[in-house]
C-alpha cells in the first residue's frame, strides 16, 4: 500500500577530511528512518551529499599542492565509500560542486538581489576561518571563537547581505503554529530565545577574500557564501528551478518531510533555510531534527584533540551490521552519546551475539536435531504462548509508535524485546525435555514453529537498522516475504517449511584482547 511520498536529507558532509563515525552515525540513522518508512509504505526518497567549497577547502588544497576541485574529488570519493560501506540506500548523492546545482544558485542569488532581498555592503568582525563565520566582539567566547573555540582574527571586507529581519516575524509565526518544525524541543527553545526574539542580523551570503566558490554572476568578485550555497541542495538536488520550471520530482518531493541534521548547524537549518525558503516563496520543510552528538571519551571528536575513530575501522573488526545497531541503539533522543571500542564489544558480546545470534542458532539446531529441520504449527497450543504471540505481534505497533518521533533507539528495544521473549520462552518450555517424551512431540513442533514465526517477525522489523543480518536470518529459515500490514498476525510462517541445515553465526563473540589491539 503506497502512503504516499517521505522526502529526508541529511546534513551534506563537509570535505575538508575523512567522515569520523560521529558524521558517519547521520547516515546510518537517515538511513534506518527511510528504510523504515519504505516498510511501512511511503515513496522515499534519500538525499546526501557533499559541500564543497570555502575558504577552509581552499587552503587545504594549497597546503596540499592540489587544486580545491582536486581536494574534493578525493574527499567526495572517501565520503561516498563510506557511506556505501555502512549499507546506506540513499537515492541521490549531491555534490555542490555539480554544474546544474552551481547554476541554479547564482539563479537563486541573482533572483534575490533583483528583488531586494539581497543588498551590498561591507562587512567588519572578527572572522574564524575553520568555521567560517563572522563573529561581533560581544560573541565571542574569551576572546575566541564560540562554536569551535579557535583564534578570530578582525576582517572587513565588501559583501552581500540578505536582509534576515525583514522575514523574521513571519518564522516565529511559523515556528509557533508547528509545534513539530524544529525537534526535539529544546532546539526551538534555543532558537526562539538566543536568535530570534532578540532579533536577527543580516546575514552575509558573499566573500571575496578567497576565490573557491560559486561566483555570483553579476559581480564575479564575489563568490556566493557558504550557507546560501549548502543549504540550496535540497531543493536543487531534486529539480528546483529558480526561474518557475522546476522538474515534475522536485513538485512530487517537495516539502521535505525531514531535514535530519547535527544539532549543531540547528540554527542555519532553522532560521537561515526557512528564511530564503520563504523568500523564493516555497513552502517550509515539514520537519527539521538536530540529533545528538556521538562523543569519544565524552568528547566531542575532533583532529585537534586526537580522539577520532573512524568507520572502516570499527567495522574490519565487528562488521557493518554490528556498528550500525551499536550507533542507532546507543545514542539517547536528545542527549549526547557516547562511543568506545569497549562499550562495542560489550553490545555485541551480550545483545547480538548472545541476544540474538544464540536464539537463531538454537532454534535451526533444535528444529534440526528433532525434525530434521521441517517446522510445523501442530496445534499444540498452551496457554505460555499467547504472552509470546502478544509480543511478537504487538512490536510492530510499538516499534512505529517510536519510529512516528524518531525515537530510533527505542523501536529497537520493542524489537528486541521479542527476541528477549523468544529467549525466555525456550527457558519456560524446555525444548530438550520435550524431545525426550514421545506423547509430546507435537507440542515440540508447535514450540519451535512459534519460535521461528516470531523471530520471522522480529527479522523483518530489524530489516531498516541491520539490513544484512534481518536478510540473514529470514533466509536461514526460509521465511516468506511478508508485508508491514501483516505482521501483526501471528501464523504467517508457512507450516511444513524447511529451515537451513547449516546455520551460518551471525555474530561471533569476541575476546577483549582481540579487540582492543585494534584500536
Known amino acids: 500500500m503506497n502512503k504516499g511520498k517521505y522526502y529526508i536529507t541529511t546534513a551534506i558532509a563537509y570535505t575538508s577530511a575523512k567522515p569520523h563515525i560521529g558524521n558517519t552515525y547521520e547516515i546510518v540513522l537517515a538511513d ?29 588544497a594549497e597546503e596540499k599542492g592540489v587544486s580545491p576541485k582536486e581536494y574534493v574529488d578525493d574527499v567526495a570519493g572517501q565520503i561516498k565509500t563510506i ?26 542569488f541573482k533572483r534575490l538581489y533583483e528583488q531586494g532581498d539581497i543588498y551590498k555592503g561591507e562587512y567588519e568582525g572578527m572572522y574564524c576561518t575553520p568555521c567560517e563565520s563572522f563573529w561581533t566582539e560581544s560573541q565571542l567566547v574569551d576572546g575566541k571563537c564560540p562554536d569551535c573555540g579557535r583564534e578570530v582574527k578582525k576582517a572587513s571586507e565588501e559583501a552581500y547581505f540578505f536582509k534576515m529581519s525583514k522575514y523574521a516575524d513571519r518564522l516565529i509565526e511559523h515556528i ?115 540529533h545528538p552528538w556521538l562523543l569519544t571519551d565524552g568528547g566531542k571528536m575532533s583532529k585537534s584533540k586526537g580522539n577520532l575513530v573512524y568507520a572502516d575501522d570499527l567495522v574490519d573488526v565487528f562488521g557493518v551490521d554490528a556498528i550500525r545497531y551499536f550507533v542507532l541503539h546507543e545514542m539517547p533522543f536528545d542527549n549526547d552519546g557516547n562511543l568506545s571500542w569497549e562499550l562495542v564489544l560489550e553490545r555485541n558480546n551480550s545483545d547480538l551475539a548472545n541476544i540474538l545470534g544464540n536464539l537463531v542458532n538454537r532454534t535451526i539446531s533444535m528444529s534440526n536435531k528433532y525434525f530434521d529441520g521441517v517446522v510445523e504449527d501442530k496445534g499444540a497450543a ?27 533507539a527505542d523501536a529497537i528495544d520493542e524489537i528486541f524485546a521479542v527476541f528477549k521473549r523468544c529467549n525466555k520462552y525456550i527457558d519456560e518450555t524446555m525444548p530438550w525435555a520435550l524431545a525426550k517424551e514421545e506423547d509430546k512431540k507435537d507440542r515440540l513442533a508447535t514450540v519451535l514453529y512459534n519460535l521461528v514465526e516470531s523471530i520471522s517477525i522480529g527479522a523483518v522489523l530489524l530489516q531498516p537498522f541491520m539490513p544484512a543480518t534481518s536478510e540473514k536470518i529470514i533466509a536461514q529459515l526460509n521465511a516468506p516475504a511478508r508485508d508491514y500490514d501483516s505482521l501483526d498476525k501471528f501464523g504467517a510462517y508457512p507450516s511444513g517449511t524447511k529451515v537451513t541445515d547449516a546455520p551460518e553465526i551471525l555474530f561471533a563473540r569476541l575476546k577483549a584482547e582481540d579487540v582492543l589491539k585494534s584500536e
Request: glycine letters at 6%; hydrophobic letters at 40%; one cysteine or more.
Open 32 to 60: 534506518s528512518i527511510a528504510r523504515f518508512r519504505k516498510l511501512e509504505g511511503y515513496d522515499v526518497f534519500f538525499q546526501t551529499g557533499t559541500d564543497e567549497h570555502g575558504q577552509k577547502i581552499e587552503l587545504k
Open 83 to 108: 557511506w556505501d560501506l555502512m549499507n546506506t540506500s540513499y537515492d541521490k548523492f549531491i555534490r555542490t560542486t555539480d554544474a546544474d546545482h552551481e547554476k541554479q544558485v547564482q539563479k537563486i
Open 176 to 290: 509557533n503554529t508547528h509545534p513539530e518544525f524544529i525537534q526535539p524541543v529544546s532546539r526551538k527553545n534555543e532558537m526562539m530565545n538566543n536568535f530570534l526574539l532578540p532579533g536577527l542580523q543580516d546575514l552575509c551570503v558573499s566573500r571575496t577574500s578567497f576565490k573557491w566558490g560559486i561566483p555570483v554572476d553579476f559581480d564575479d568578485r564575489h563568490v556566493v557564501y557558504v550557507w546560501l550555497d549548502a543549504l540550496t541542495n535540497y531543493i536543487t538536488g531534486i529539480g528546483y528551478d529558480a526561474d518557475g520550471n522546476s522538474s515534475e520530482q522536485y513538485k512530487k518531493l517537495w516539502p521535505a518531510d525531514l531535514h535530519l541534521i547535527g544539532k549543531d548547524i540547528i540554527r542555519f537549518h532553522t532560521i537561515y533555510w526557512p528564511i530564503f525558503l520563504m523568500a523564493l516563496g516555497e513552502p517550509l520543510p515539514k520537519q527539521v531534527f538536530g
Open 382 to 408: 498452551e496457554p505460555l504462548d499467547d504472552e509470546l504471540k502478544a509480543v511478537a505481534t504487538g512490536a510492530v505497533k510499538a516499534a512505529t509508535a517510536k519510529m512516528s518521533e524518531l525515537r530510533v
